[in-house]
């Protein structure tokens, strides 16, 4: 299955109907913003905190090395502290960090990984302003499944 290419797109949380996306909490822009669930149904398109410009780095195994920016803030998703760490939160942060993208068993889902591949970002429930966090990465876990729509 092939990686979405690079490109500014919508991540969607592929658990919950209520379409999740990443979001800067609150449209922040300063660094240490942290990363929210927030209902796709409340995106508008000068709503550019929800968008992010996917930046293929290197091949991974499997997948690919990537960055994630975000379109308002130019903000870099980022583990809290620039550390990862089991139910650690993500924020924009500015220096750019590498995350492992790789496919689920679900085709057009993908699992965002720490790059050695250790965590990977869960949204735990589906409401919004839920924080996106970081667990130990399980590929068959529907909550770390996420899906990219070009903006």
Do not use: H
């Not at 919508?10 to 919950?16: E, P």
């Amino acid at each position: 299955m092939s990686i979405p290419l690079p490109g500014t797109y919508k991540i969607a949380s592929a658990n919950f109907k209520s379409n999740q996306l990443f979001d800067l909490q609150s449209g922040g822009v300063a660094a240490g913003t942290p990363i929210i669930g927030r209902g796709n149904a409340k995106f508008k398109s000068q709503d550019t905190q929800m968008l992010w410009t996917l930046q293929v780095v290197r091949d991974g195994n499997p997948g690919k090395i990537v960055r994630f920016i975000n379109v308002q803030a130019g903000t870099f998703v980022q583990p809290t502290g620039g550390i990862p760490s089991n139910g650690g939160g993500i924020v924009g942060g500015g220096a750019p960090a590498e995350w492992l993208l790789s496919p689920t068993p679900t085709l057009g889902q993908y699992s965002i990984q720490t790059t050695e591949g250790t965590f990977a970002c869960s949204l735990s429930e589906g409401i919004d302003f839920t924080l996106v966090k970081l667990q130990a990465t399980d590929i068959n876990d529907a909550k770390q499944a996420w899906v990219f729509s070009p903006a």
